[in-house]
Nanobody
Framework: QLQLVESGGGLVQPGGSLRLSCAAS????????IGWFRQAPGKEREGVSC????????NYADSVKDRFTISRDNAKNTVYLQMNSLKPEDTAVYYC????????????????WGQGTQVTVSS
C-alpha cells in the first residue's frame, strides 16, 4: 500500500507562500497519479490539484488556479505543492494521496491517508 508523508505546512499571513512536500515511503511514485486534497474544519475533503505520473499533465481546482503549482521529482520520490498568494480560505489540513486520474482529481479507491499537514493563513 502506498504510504505518503506530508510536510511543509505552517502559519502564514495572507499573501504569503508555503511549499508542501509529499514523500513516498517504501514505494516508487513513478507510476502513480498523485493529488493534493484538503479539509477545512466543518467541511468535506476537496481536491486541490493532481499531477500525472510523468508530471506532464496537471489539474487545479478553480479556487487555487494561478496561485498554486503542483510538481514532482520522481528521482526524489516526492510531489510538491507550491502555494502562493495564500488566502484565509486556504486554511485546512492538506493531504496527498493517489488519485483516480488527473482530470478526475479524486482519491483512488482504498487510497491510504497520512496525518496531513496543517496550513493556517491568518494575520
Amino acid at each position: 500500500q502506498l504510504q505518503l508523508v506530508e510536510s511543509g505546512g505552517g502559519l502564514v499571513q495572507p499573501g504569503g507562500s508555503l511549499r508542501l512536500s509529499c514523500a513516498a515511503s517504501g514505494f516508487t511514485l513513478d507510476y502513480y497519479v498523485i493529488g493534493w486534497f484538503r479539509q477545512a474544519p466543518g467541511k468535506e475533503r476537496e481536491g486541490v490539484s493532481c499531477i500525472s505520473s510523468s508530471g506532464a499533465s496537471t489539474n487545479y481546482a478553480d479556487s487555487v488556479k494561478d496561485r498554486f503549482t503542483i510538481s514532482r521529482d520522481n528521482a526524489k520520490n516526492t510531489v510538491y505543492l507550491q502555494m502562493n498568494s495564500l488566502k484565509p480560505e486556504d486554511t485546512a489540513v492538506y493531504y496527498c494521496a493517489e488519485s483516480i486520474g488527473v482530470r478526475l482529481c479524486v482519491p483512488a479507491r482504498g487510497a491510504s491517508w497520512g496525518q496531513g499537514t496543517q496550513v493556517t493563513v491568518s494575520s
